[in-house]
């Protein structure tokens, strides 16, 4: 068991931040583990990062270690064990596609220069902000030291939202449900799938599964009509989940994590895609590449995966 973990979370000034740091700060995911906080955001945000940090002190968390806030990757991944990446740049009225792939690829390309040139050779990564896939793989390029399974990014919210919708519509609790896996892109292309998937250890149909694919594909752009406001404390509640099932194990269910391809299930190497993914404990995993898929799933996986192959392409042309 380890005493102390030392985690930095980027984007530290930012909305899902403010949900994220409670959680890890109250045992939430590592359970009795001392935490050593690296805050990291960009330089006009230094003053509101002073004030997260009052609030953290305020709450006299008996786990708490030390604080360390800034601006510069260089100084604050030092000696990191996790990194939880949430910084990113928003995407602005009128601004293309490519321009936000393009100034998410600098940023994570700055960001993996400085964990090559200071990260532990064991640090593991988070990758949240959007583009979440392509930032993730772009982070892993420029830190060749890393071993590639160190490398992950967030599906965990669309998994727990498609474990949600699939609940309501059957009117199961939600323990009955295991192996709804999420598929591809953090974006309107993955595919949500029940085809592996058990209610009280038998499979199952929806009365419309069409409706349910866009249902959990469009999630985020629902909440954010309701709300005036992107998801907040359910991605931060997914990244608890990613990472404590990453770090603990789980071995009753299947998890969905976007990593690094090596082809499984035909998708072309490399890429960070979301996968059906059994965590191991100690932060090990396996993805499962056995699974028998119908030709749905199939073109389904092709949908998604030239989504990515495409946001590649724009990322790297930076
Ligand atoms: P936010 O806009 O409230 O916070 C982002 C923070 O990142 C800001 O404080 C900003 O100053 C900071 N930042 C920008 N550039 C930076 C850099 N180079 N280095 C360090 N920090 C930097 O956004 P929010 O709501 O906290 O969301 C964070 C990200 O998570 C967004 O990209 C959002 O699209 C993404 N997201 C991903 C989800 C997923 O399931 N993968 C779900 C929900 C949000």
């Given at each position: 068991v380890q005493q102390s973990l030392t985690v930095c979370v980027t984007g530290a000034a930012g909305q899902i931040a403010y949900s994220f740091i409670p959680l890890l700060l109250s045992g939430q995911v590592f359970g009795q583990v001392k935490i050593n906080l690296r805050l990291l955001d960009i330089p006009k945000m230094e003053t509101a990062l002073k004030g997260v940090v009052m609030e953290i002190e305020d709450c006299a968390y008996p786990l708490i270690g030390d604080i360390q806030t800034g601006s510069n990757p260089k100084e604050l991944?030092?000696?990191?064990d996790l990194i939880v990446f949430l910084g990113g740049f928003p995407r602005l009225p009128g601004m293309e596609r490519k321009d936000l792939l393009q100034k998410n690829a600098n940023i994570f390309k700055e960001q993996g220069e400085a964990l090559q040139e200071v990260g532990k050779e064991d640090v593991k990564c988070v990758?949240?902000?959007n583009p979440a896939n392509t930032n993730c793989l772009i982070l892993s390029r420029y830190a060749t030291k890393i071993p590639r399974q160190n490398f992950t990014c967030l599906t965990r919210l669309d998994q727990n939202r498609a474990y949600a919708q699939v609940a309501l519509t059957l009117n199961k609790p939600l323990n009955s449900?295991?192996?709804i896996i999420i598929w591809g892109n953090h974006s309107t292309t993955q595919y949500p799938s029940i085809e592996h998937a058990t209610v009280e250890g038998q499979s199952f149909v929806?009365?419309?599964q069409?409706?349910?694919i866009e249902r959990i594909q469009k999630r985020g752009a629902e909440?954010?009509?309701?709300r005036g406001n992107s998801s907040v404390f359910s991605a931060a509640n997914a990244v608890k989940d990613h990472i404590k099932d990453w770090y603990n194990g789980r071995e009753d269910t299947l998890l969905s994590l976007g990593v690094l391809s090596n082809g499984e299930y035909g998708v072309q190497s490399g890429l960070c895609f979301s996968y059906p993914i059994r965590c191991l404990g100690a932060f090990k995993y396996e993805i499962v590449g056995n699974l028998q898929l119908s030709d749905f799933s199939k073109q389904k996986l092709k949908v998604?995966?030239?989504?990515?192959i495409q946001e590649q392409g724009l990322a790297e042309s930076i």
């Open positions: 991944f030092k000696n990191c990758v949240v902000a449900l295991k192996n929806l009365p419309d069409g409706q349910f909440v954010l009509n309701a998604t995966e030239e989504e990515l």
